[in-house]
């Protein structure tokens, strides 16, 4: 398109400017080369204007993560073309999705308490966990490492652990637990699926705690830490060192040795709300995300700020509005150092952080 509209643009020159019929064989030469030159200059400015169009239109899209604006107009370009749904279906009120580790299923947690178990592909559920209606809203829902157990948290302080697997009764949980008399806000397996980790809001302040669900329902609190004076809406489990680490409504970090039973280490990461904790496959450091739309990257063994990526999933309103329906997500590591992130911004943003030899380099 943009050599034809060159083209017609020198013909429409020749035909206001032909040449002489009466100039020789050579001065029609030079005329012809006259006219390729004003040829490739309408082509040349096409271009540039074609580009400075382009560029104007995609400078919003450099929030995907991606320095480089056309990149990014590529990515949105691409992904527009080729990705296509497999399955489309409405599910009223989804709050979160959990992802078997091995099967192709997954479970859904509802705003009106429902819990349903899917396969990829499918348009209606495997099985229905919890019926809609008859429970509060669900916080989290995770599958364990092995897959043979899946758990549910609840905005009243309650978790739920069915077995999975051929003839599982997923009519009744396995087991219950009231981890937290407010809220449980997240939870993690810790090592064997046999032991789980809440965070969430007490009224003493019990806001992270270790549970056993070998153990009596009377005696299955192995442990709790007194800390986050508001809550902690965060946690993840680095199972290499026995490390736990929870996000505080303050913006203040945890970390808690599960070997000694103690805290370890506290600073404060965010002035507003942590929202998401993600931790990298090697365990080398972990990343916040906050209410603000901020993204930090710090060391775990050093706990020093690595990397900061500033109002990556801010909402510019008017009234200034810092709460549960701001900022950051969900944040999550995964190959190659790729960091994956979502927010309030309605984006899906994916960056790569440099290798591990660099990281070590930044430290030092």
């Excluded at 006219?35 to 309408?42: G, M, Q, R």
């Excluded at 091995?102 to 559920?125: C, F, I, K, M, N």
């Excluded at 809406?233 to 060192?241: E, G, K, N």
């Excluded at 020093?304 to 900022?327: C, D, R, Y």
Aim: with cysteine; charged share 15%; hydrophobic share 40%.
């Amino acid at each position: 398109t943009t050599t034809t509209l060159a083209l017609l643009i020198t013909l429409c020159f020749m035909y206001d400017y032909p040449p002489p019929v009466y100039l020789s064989s050579c001065s029609l030469h030079v005329f012809i080369n006259i006219y390729v030159v004003f040829f490739l200059l309408f082509y040349v400015l096409y271009l540039f204007s074609f580009m400075l169009c382009c560029w104007e239109q995609v400078k919003s899209l450099s929030s995907l993560g991606v320095n480089n604006p056309v990149y990014s107009y590529c990515i949105v370009d691409r992904s527009r073309r080729l990705i296509k749904p497999i399955l489309r279906r409405p599910v009223m009120g989804v709050r979160r999705i959990g992802s078997h580790p091995v099967l192709p299923h997954y479970l859904t947690g509802g705003a009106d308490g429902a819990v349903r178990l899917w396969e990829w592909g499918h348009g209606q559920p495997i099985t229905t966990l919890r019926q809609p209606g008859s429970f509060p809203k669900v916080t989290k829902v995770l599958f364990n490492a092995q897959g043979n157990k899946c758990c549910v948290s609840d905005t009243e302080g309650g978790i739920c652990l069915w077995q999975v697997g051929l003839g599982s009764n997923y009519s009744k949980a396995i087991m219950s637990l009231q981890c937290h008399n407010k809220t449980t806000s997240d939870f993690q397996f810790v090592g064997s699926s046999s032991l789980i980790a809440t965070a969430g809001q007490s009224s003493e302040h019990k806001n992270v705690c270790l549970w056993d669900t070998l153990l009596p329902t009377r005696s299955s609190l192995v442990h709790s830490f007194q800390c986050h004076e508001q809550g902690s809406p965060a946690l993840v489990y680095a199972s290499r060192q026995h490390l736990l680490i929870s996000g505080g409504r303050k913006g203040e970090i945890c970390i808690f040795d599960l070997r000694q039973r103690k805290l370890k280490h506290t600073f404060v990461a965010h002035d507003a709300p942590i929202k998401c904790l993600a931790l990298d496959p090697d365990e080398d450091y972990f990343i916040t995300g906050s209410a603000e739309g901020d993204i930090k990257v710090w060391g775990l063994k050093i706990h020093q700020l690595i990397f900061s990526f500033v109002g990556e999933h801010s909402k510019a309103t008017f009234f200034k509005n810092v709460g549960s329906t701001s900022g950051v997500a969900q944040v999550q590591m995964g190959p190659f150092n790729h960091l994956y992130s979502c927010g309030v911004d309605g984006s899906m943003k994916f960056r790569q952080l440099p290798e591990r030899d660099l990281v070590e380099h930044h430290w030092a």
